[in-house]
């Protein structure tokens, strides 16, 4: 056995490790108690820190609207369930931040004192810090398939709008087969794929495709009109 184990990092389009870990809502088992639905699992520094305190109580706050959009949140730490739970709790009794207070946190917090988890996912970067893992952020599709990968250093908080528009553009790729271009939200126009043969672009660029706007045989776009999205993304 090597002394030194090297823990190659899950790239996007593979099955996410999978773990079985304690957190702050018991027991969970990972991906597998999560099929059927999107996942993002994301990790932080340390409890306590001021960083992460904001993130949490953004996340928190918003966990209705990514639960509507068929997502679940997991959070994880290198710190121990005890540190989670007084953490959290400290949150919710004494912080106030942009208008944000009384938060309680309801998603899982994983315990990875052992820092399995966190090697697992590529989350420990040593030349941030040996024993603090970075802002990673995962999302995982209902089949347990990592989609996107997204890291920040440890000083720097993430943008939670920005987390909900990758959710929100991961869904409408996969249901309605675009793509979907920068700064794209829903109902801006998407993006359809490039022509697979000179007949079909001839086509395209000739305007025999109802529905597409070409600026060239590669570039086409189409109208997704936002209630479209919503109503096939979002339950009420």
């Known amino acids: 056995m090597e002394e030194n184990q090297i ?20 027991e969970i088992k990972f991906p597998s ?18 960083v992460c ?11 209705k609207q990514f639960n509507d959009a068929n997502c679940r949140l997991v959070g994880l730490s290198v710190d121990g369930l005890y540190s989670h739970i007084a953490w959290l709790r400290t949150i919710k009794e004494k912080i ?12 899982p917090l994983i315990e990875d004192i052992t820092m399995e988890v966190a090697q697992k996912y590529g ?20 089949k347990g398939i990592i989609r996107t990968i ?16 990758v959710l929100l553009a991961l869904q409408t790729s996969d249901e ?37 706007e070409c ?3 590669f570039f086409c776009t189409k109208k997704l009109d936002k209630e479209t999205v919503l109503n096939k993304i979002i339950k009420k």
């Open 215 to 217: 600026k060239d045989w």
């Open 176 to 212: 309605f087969g675009v793509a979907t271009p920068a700064d794209w939200r829903p109902g801006d126009d998407v993006i359809i794929s490039p022509a697979g043969s000179c007949g079909k672009a001839q086509d395209r660029m000739e305007g025999k495709e109802e529905g597409l």
């Open 33 to 50: 108690d999560y099929k059927g639905k999107w996942v993002i699992l994301f990790s932080h520094p340390a409890d306590f820190t001021p």
């Open 53 to 63: 305190t904001s993130e949490f109580m953004t996340f928190a706050t918003m966990e």
């Open 150 to 165: 997204i890291y920040y250093p440890l000083s720097l908080g993430r943008n939670f709008d920005e987390l909900y528009r």
């Open 123 to 142: 989350m420990m970067m040593p030349g941030e810090s040996n024993t603090k893992a970075v802002r990673a952020v995962f999302f995982i599709d209902p």
């Open 96 to 107: 106030e931040y942009k208008g944000m207070k009384d938060v309680e946190v309801k998603f």
């Open 7 to 26: 823990n190659v990092m899950p790239r996007i389009g593979e099955k996410a490790p999978e773990f079985t870990a304690v957190t702050t809502q018991g």
